[in-house]
Nanobody, 125 residues
Framework: VQLQASGGGLVQAGGSLRLSCAAS????????MAWFRRAPGKEREFVTA????????NYEDFVKGRFTISRDNAKSTVYLQMDSLKPEDTAVYYC???????????????????WGQGTQVTVSS
């Protein structure tokens, strides 16, 4: 599967952005989908994930209540709605996919093997 992320940009603190990740090359509904990010000088970190059906989601604590992941299997696209953005959310955001299932709904434990190219999100204070 090939992944193409888009929607990044520059936004003021408190603002919103919606990222999209379009998939192609395989049946989208076979894949759990996730968003990761890498801030300058830091390691890549898990942000959120959604199950193949969209019924189960995981969020890292630092985005709970602010970010929402969703997917549209008919459009082969996963979204990340980011609200109440903070300067510390500045990072390159990557979408990822994997056909693995997650025991106990622990999507963050999946080793995601397919990655998009990343989209830059910059939040100014």
């Amino acid at each position: 599967v090939q992944l193409q992320a888009s929607g990044g940009g520059l936004v003021q603190a408190g603002g919103s952005l919606r990222l999209s990740c379009a998939a192609s090359g395989d049946t989208f509904s076979r894949y759990a989908m996730a968003w990761f990010r890498r801030a300058p000088g830091k390691e890549r970190e898990f942000v959120t994930a959604v199950s193949r059906t969209g019924l189960s989601t995981n969020y890292e604590d630092f985005v709970k209540g602010r970010f929402t992941i969703s997917r549209d299997n008919a459009k082969s696209t996963v979204y990340l709605q980011m609200d109440s953005l903070k300067p510390e959310d500045t990072a390159v955001y990557y979408c990822a996919a994997d056909p693995s299932s997650a025991a106990g709904g622990n999507l963050y434990r999946i080793r995601y093997n397919y990655w998009g190219q990343g989209t830059q999100v910059t939040v100014s204070s």
